[in-house]
């Protein structure tokens, strides 16, 4: 179509060049006009309608991208904020209960520390087999010398195994909680926990871990070893279950 429409206005364009004078020419000239220029008006017309378009779609597509590149600004400036603000809370929060909960959960880990039911005699010289050593350590909790008590299980479990070796690593939580050293008793209660899931220490053991960890201020980890001890032992003794509400309580745990 274009083509032909070019092809038109070179005749036209000779054609106006031997137009003369007079009558002829007027006519001549009248007949060229109502041919060539309608033909270039639509050919404008048409070029300037196509321009337009185009123009209105690439500023379209411009104001799209520039849109976009706003809103991904945006969208990583509010993530990185958050991210800092995350992290300032949650120090902010570790730091406070700590601070509230330290001297508050001191006495429910002494309480786990003395939780011990056996009965261990006195002995004149410092023993040296793995059970020895850990009836001396037993008898040094019961008077409160936790030093004694952990140096007392650490020797007895170089050597000690099985029942000895679970009863020595709960001698040892005992011995560092008595020291308000929560977070190597925390360690130490799952240890012995870990050694013997199933054992008759093993409720006790939870219950220690629990306890150092309200006493070192996380509440959130020391519920989640209450948890652990419903799941796990659904009807413990009433000594431990009545422990277990009283931490549960100081915990504010669900």
């Known amino acids: 179509m274009l083509?032909?429409?070019?092809?038109?206005?070179?005749?036209?364009?000779?054609?106006?060049?031997?137009?003369?004078?007079?009558?002829?020419?007027?006519?001549?000239?009248?007949?060229?006009?109502?041919?060539?220029?309608?033909?270039?008006?639509?050919?404008?017309?048409?070029?300037?309608?196509?321009?337009?378009?185009?123009a209105q779609l690439l500023d379209r597509v411009s104001t799209l991208e520039q849109q976009q590149r706003d809103m991904r600004g945006e969208i990583d400036q509010l993530t990185n904020e958050l991210q800092q603000k995350t992290a300032a809370l949650s120090k902010q929060i570790a730091d406070n209960q700590f601070a509230a909960q330290a001297n508050a959960g001191a006495a429910g880990a002494s309480t786990a520390a003395a939780a011990s039911t056996d009965t261990t005699p006195k002995d004149a010289a410092k023993p040296t087999t793995p059970d020895g050593m850990l009836a001396s350590g037993k008898a040094a909790l019961q008077k409160k010398d936790y030093a004694e008590a952990q140096s007392d299980a650490e020797s007895a479990l170089k050597n000690a195994k099985?029942?000895?070796?679970?009863?020595?690593?709960?001698?040892?939580a005992q011995s560092l909680a008595g020291q308000k050293q929560y977070r190597q008793s925390a360690v130490a209660y799952y240890d012995a926990y870990r050694q013997a899931p199933k054992s008759g220490r093993a409720p006790d053991a939870l219950l220690g871990v629990s306890a150092s960890l309200l006493a070192l201020g996380d509440k959130k980890a020391s519920c989640e070893a209450l948890s652990k001890l419903k799941a796990e032992f659904p009807t413990p003794s009433t000594r431990v279950a009545h422990a277990a509400e009283v931490y549960a309580k100081r915990g504010n745990c669900e």
Do not use: E, Y
């Open 3 to 54: 083509w032909k429409g070019k092809n038109l206005m070179k005749v036209c364009f000779k054609a106006s060049r031997h137009v003369r004078t007079g009558l002829v020419a007027l006519a001549m000239a009248t007949a060229i006009s109502s041919v060539c220029v309608p033909v270039a008006w639509a050919r404008d017309t048409a070029n300037s309608g196509t321009n337009d378009l185009i």
């Open 162 to 172: 099985g029942a000895f070796k679970v009863d020595a690593q709960f001698l040892l």
